[in-house]
């Protein structure tokens, strides 16, 4: 089942979904009017000859202003699913039958700055540990900047959990919490801040079951919709802005099978 729902995620109850075993999104960065800052974008053409675009001193969306990581913490407490009982869950890892965590987790897309809030405000609502993850990329959007400083090219996130740890499909493999941000060359672009659905098919994968759960309550394109659907879970979604909705469905949810939504 894949189903994006155009509204606020707070009116999740509404529509009787099912809990996550993961829950990852990209929350709106609060960046106000510097969204295109350092971005070609912010010139007509992504020259800065042409002069200015409609975009230079714009935020990225209006919703990015009125975002409550409050309510987001709120809804992530209540529809990612509890966290197994006893040692009954997991995975054998050892020859002491010791076992990985089959619990949930939630992963959080954010700007660096915002990443010590989201750990505050994880805790307060339960999710009291946390692995900070990043994602680096063999491009920047800082191109503009390119000859006078050193650009960025990495994206954060954090991962949150309660108690237990997270599922873990690492198949003997050691993870670092620094990790390749792969291009994404094979889906339509309809999002300024779109994530790399080959980044999310491999976060899926890697802390979820085929069959499970998993929630992006600020669903932008669709991309964690997507790559779900095309790792074999149930996806679920909220997107607030009818063009973004629109957008997504018409053309990046499209292509997934009919007899999955
Ligand atoms: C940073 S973008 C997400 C981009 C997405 N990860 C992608 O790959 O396309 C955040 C999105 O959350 C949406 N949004 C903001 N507040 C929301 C809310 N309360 N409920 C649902 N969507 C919301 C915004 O309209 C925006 O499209």
Known sequence: MIKLYNDHFQNYKV???????????DIPYNVGADAYGSNPMWYKGGDNKNGESELAGKEFFDTDKDFRIAEYMHFCSKMLRPEPKGNDEGKEIGSQGRKSGGAPC??????????MYVIEKGREYGF???IALQFYKNYSPQVLKANMRVVGNTEYAILLYRNKLPKFNNNGRMVFNAMPYPRDTETVKVHPTQKSVPL????IELFTDKGDVV???????GSTLLAAAQCGRNAY?????KDFYREATEKVLNNIQPSLF
Request: hydrophobic share 50%; glycine share 8%; aromatic share 16%.
């Open 15 to 25: 529509y009787g979904i099912p809990k996550a075993q993961l829950v990852i999104a």
């Open 106 to 115: 939630m992963i959080v897309f954010c700007a660096f700055e915002q990443m």
């Open 128 to 130: 009291k540990n946390y």
């Open 200 to 203: 999310l098919r491999y976060l």
């Open 215 to 221: 929630i992006d309550p600020c669903a932008g394109s």
């Open 237 to 241: 979604g909220f997107e607030i802005k």
